[in-house]
């Protein structure tokens, strides 16, 4: 099963070099607006309605990416409460290709 992260596009070359990491968090806004991470970790969407909704929520004040997750099992993501899930881990670019 692919997962997949929303983002402003503003983080793009950073994701491309360093990987999904909540603590290089800096060139723009969560995707919910928030300037600091909400939790440690990624917040991954487990399928296009997650990927939508997230994409609708843009609070980022332009236009996202979406970005196709690689060897990430489903069941590792934590709930924070929410009903969407993230991983409590780093994500190496090498299992990320832009969408």
Known sequence: M???????????????????????????????????????????CRDEFEVGWFARMNNTGGPVDVWEVDGVDPDSLVDNGSGYGYLAAKIPASQLTLR
């Open 2 to 44: 692919r997962l997949y992260h929303v983002t402003s596009r503003l983080n793009r070359a950073s994701i491309a070099e360093h990987g999904l990491d909540w603590e290089r968090m800096g060139a723009a806004p969560g995707i919910a607006g928030s300037p600091t991470p909400e939790v440690a970790g990624v917040f991954l």
